[in-house]
């Protein structure tokens, strides 16, 4: 039987202090190995924790008096050669475990948000930087990605969106269509049942299996995994939740997906890619945004 673990890492990070959250980081790695982890997925930028580099700064992140502490948020960016990234390589390849693990990436232009799957060999098989970046907000100061990625670990299609990507039901779409089977989903804001409705059904539409892990606090958290199967063989319902958290609580969770189950009802269902009518959908790539989506 084919399966992968994923470690779902709800987990309070230390805000702006990516030395402090590399420690953190090693120490949840080593406690999903312990716990039989395939692969450990973080929060969304686990480098900063997501915390803005002034108060209010998520609603007015261009505000003019706080220029020093944007500069100095901006600087903390990380390159893919640095200690951040070589350790948690290290680490890796010493406990031939795989890794989805999340920071602020330095670029030749703007930082991303960003999010890079590395192998049970210590090697980087994707990096991804957030396509949907948050412009009303904080991530206004960012890079946005350029495309969707998957990369192959263990035999098994990997894709990866970040947080509000999670909104766009194009961002699953795409992921499907280049093969991938499970998405990783890094995240940082409240989840309510409107976005984890979004995530279900992202996996349901898609025939792909959903792993989404976010940071705790009041109405936060809910760390889940969803299975695209929500059928049996007789046609009835079945709950597709593999695995929920609360809120607030703090762990490594373990959600487990059966790929023989999985790939079995991607082959028989209709979903995914089995019946559209591309030909149709010229209209999605289309760039003119009229109203009332024109924003300033």
């Given at each position: 039987?084919?399966?992968?673990?994923?470690?779902l890492i709800q987990q309070k990070a230390v805000p702006n202090n990516k030395e402090a959250n590399l420690k953190l980081a090693i120490k949840y790695i080593k406690e999903a190995h312990k716990k039989g982890a395939d692969l450990v997925l973080?929060?969304?930028?686990?480098?900063?924790?997501?915390?803005?580099?002034?108060?209010?700064?998520f609603n007015h992140p261009l505000a003019t008096s706080f220029g020093a502490e944007r500069?100095?948020?901006l600087n903390e960016a990380i390159e893919e050669d640095s200690t951040y990234v070589l350790t948690l390589k290290k680490l890796a390849k010493e406990l031939q475990i795989g890794i989805c693990a999340t920071y602020l990436s330095?670029?030749?232009?703007?930082?991303?948000?960003?999010?890079i799957i590395i192998d049970r060999k210590g090697e980087m098989i994707l990096d991804y930087a957030k396509v949907h970046t948050c412009d009303f907000s904080l991530e206004i100061l960012l890079q946005s990605g350029?495309?969707?990625?998957?990369?192959?670990?263990?035999?098994?299609?990997?894709?990866?969106?970040?947080?509000?990507?999670r909104e766009f039901?194009?961002?699953?779409?795409?992921?499907m269509l280049k093969g991938a089977e499970i998405i990783l989903v890094p995240n940082a804001c409240d989840m309510n049942p409107p976005r984890l409705n979004q995530l279900n059904s992202r996996a349901f539409e898609n025939m792909v299996g959903v792993a989404m892990a976010n940071y705790p606090g009041e109405k936060w958290g809910r760390s889940t995994a969803f299975s695209p199967i929500v059928f049996d063989e007789n046609g009835d319902y079945r709950d597709n939740t593999i695995i929920e958290?609360?809120?607030?609580?703090e762990g490594v969770f373990i959600a487990e997906f059966n790929l023989d189950e999985i790939r079995n009802y991607r082959e028989n269902e209709t979903w995914g890619n089995a019946y559209r009518k591309p030909q149709t959908y010229t209209d999605l790539i289309s760039s003119d945004v009229k109203a009332p989506f024109k924003r300033n």
């Open positions: 039987m084919t399966t992968i673990k994923i470690a973080f929060p969304e930028m686990w480098s900063n924790g997501y915390a803005p580099p002034f108060e209010d700064a500069f100095k948020w330095k670029t030749e232009q703007k930082p991303q948000n960003t999010a350029e495309g969707f990625k998957v990369c192959e670990f263990d035999g098994i299609k990997l894709g990866v969106m970040i947080c509000y990507d039901p194009e961002s699953a779409r795409v992921l958290t609360d809120d607030v609580s």
